[in-house]
């Protein structure tokens, strides 16, 4: 009896402990699984929303008859970027987001009698708040052949000082750390690129994916591309991205997903990965499409992991197909370019609405931030409208690069707010890369800011100026020369700067008309009888305006403030001075699609790009030549 007692008490001691120690090892597997697998990220998601030629005036809070409800609702809950910017066309908007290189609250105009009151504010305003002279802490001698040089005996070899011109009127230039990745520092400072052109985003640049890959984020792009695809290199997937869906070009139909860049040069464009997505094109509106995948990707997403979602729609861009139950709320517009428009951007406001809905129904939503941007203003032509802005698309006017945009966040300090704070769309980069705890490099060389305390807490955005382009290639004003531009600049080359309250423009800035809402009639907008034309701007080839007083851009103060001319002018030959060559290479006819089985890809080899690298280095000169020998018939077709 002793000894079964004694195995007894032993058992029962051993089971105590065993169930002791698995209790204790039970605790700790739950406590260290909660700490490391459910504990949210303290990384925020990144949801990025890039809509196509969105007019600043399409949207309801604008004041517009299209409603969008989810739009303006998740604007109103978050902060509306009023003195917001962006590139005046696709590519140049998209690389400079990709790269981080380089409005007030107002109401209507109402009419014509307003002119006299705005003279007189423009009055008031104070001259030369945001001038002042800069120590240059670096000779900037970069040489590159889209410089605008002005005549050697006019101007000094260092320091660009003109004969004439005080020292003080010159404005320092800044530190290449400050001022690199505008349009002129990527080399697209030139249009778009163009399916059939062997170009992209320069390969040599980190972009944003894979800066935010570095730091532990899932990365996926949906939707439109349209940074160049001629070799394998460029693809999204070869750029940060561990997953793409979506059209490599700037447009194509929204049902087929078919795209003709000319005559014989069509093709099929919708990719997964790398590959044509024949299998998962079902003929469904591009809209709807890229939504659906949206949502799958957030369905099967681990919340625990930070992720970046770059879901660039095709929409509102032409062409412009809508399906029919969404026409039926704008039968009331007459004009039926407005009306297909009109719907289409219903349609885009359903699909943001279904996207938050899945970030909150898979748990994204409280530790998340949306940004909502359009990549430049509308195409009235084609239904948009940015009234009471001058221009449109494709211009430097306000109206082709003041954007709708706005952040949604409930990780926002100050929400319901609008923020004035002058943000370009370069800054999203080293926002987005700071917020996701990432790093920048001191030798990369950004135009952006972090612009994050500005948005959330309200405070002085650190921007101070914003170069919208220097483009060399494009059309000269006939009546631009160096004496309007008091021999510092050459007027005829279109450009455009931002300095504070103050924006100049040289050259043929673009389409100058305003065109109100009431225009959209059954007449076509060609006949232009409803437009506010512009007669007094013939001729011209400069102009300076206060934006912050006249954000519509009705009076010309450039004969009125002559010094602020000539200091925004130095402004612009620093900044020329830092430009890379241009990238504008001429049509390689193996980017036709007929050689790639019908779809739209990468032709480049590693030896096609030894033998044919020059193409990327195509500078102002060259293009001329080749513009000259096209029209000789010195170049024909190759075989």
Partial sequence: MGRTTFLLTLLTTFSGFVNSTYGTWKSSFHSNRVNNVEKPPSQPHIIFIMVDDQGFRDVGYHGSEIKTPTLDRLAAAGVKLENYYVQPLCSPSRSQ???????????????????????????????????????????????????????????????????????????????????????????????????????????????????????????????????????????????????????????????????????????????????????????????????QKAVNILASHNPNRPIFLYLAYQAVHSPLQVPARYLERYKSIPNLHRRKYAAMVSCLDEAVRNITLALKQYGYYDNMVMVYSSDNGGQPMAGGSNWPLRGSKGTYWEGGIRAVGFVHSPLLVKKGTRSRALIHITDWYPTLVMLGEGTLDENQSLDGYDVWEAISEGRPSPRLDILHNIDPIYAKAKNGSWKAGYGIWNTAIQAALRVGDWKLLTGVPGYSDWIPPQTFSTLLLANRWHNERVSWDRGKSIWLFNIT???????????????????????????????????????????????????????????????????????????????????????????
């Fill in 549 to 639: 007083a006249d954000p519509y851009e009705r009076v010309d103060l450039s004969r009125r403030y002559p010094h602020v001319v000539k200091k925004m002018l130095f402004r612009l030959l620093r900044y020329n001075k830092t430009a890379v060559p241009c990238r504008y290479p001429p049509k390689d006819y193996r980017s036709n699609p007929q050689y790639n089985g019908g779809v739209w890809g990468p032709w480049y080899t590693d030896d096609d790009e030894d033998e044919d690298d020059n193409l990327l280095s195509y500078d102002l000169e060259q293009m001329k030549s080749w513009k000259k020998g096209k029209r000789r018939g010195k170049f024909k077709r190759k075989t």
């Fill in 97 to 291: 987001l990709m790269t981080g290189r380089n409005m007030s609250d107002y109401t209507l105009l109402p009419d014509q009698s307003s002119l006299a009151d705005m003279r007189d504010v423009i009055e008031k305003v104070e001259l030369a708040t945001y001038f002042h002279k800069q120590e240059c802490k670096q000779t900037m001698s970069t040489k590159a052949s889209c410089f605008v040089k002005p005549p050697k005996k006019q101007r000094n070899p260092v320091s660009g000082h003109v004969p004439g011109l005080h020292e003080e009127d010159s404005v320092g230039c800044q530190s290449s750390k400050e001022n690199l990745r505008y349009q002129i520092h990527t080399g697209l400072q030139h249009s778009i690129i163009r399916p059939t052109q062997p170009n992209c985003l320069p390969l040599e640049n980190i972009t944003l994916p894979q800066k935010l890959k570095n730091a532990g984020y899932s990365t996926h792009m949906v939707g439109k591309w349209h940074l160049g695809f001629y070799k394998r290199g460029c693809m999204p997937t070869q750029r940060g991205f561990d997953t793409f869906f979506g059209s490599l070009l700037g447009s194509g139909d929204y049902y087929s997903h078919y795209k003709c860049d000319s005559p014989g040069m069509c093709g099929y464009d919708l990719h997964e990965g790398e590959e044509a997505a024949w299998e998962q094109d079902h003929g469904i509106y591009s809209t709807i499409m890229y939504t």
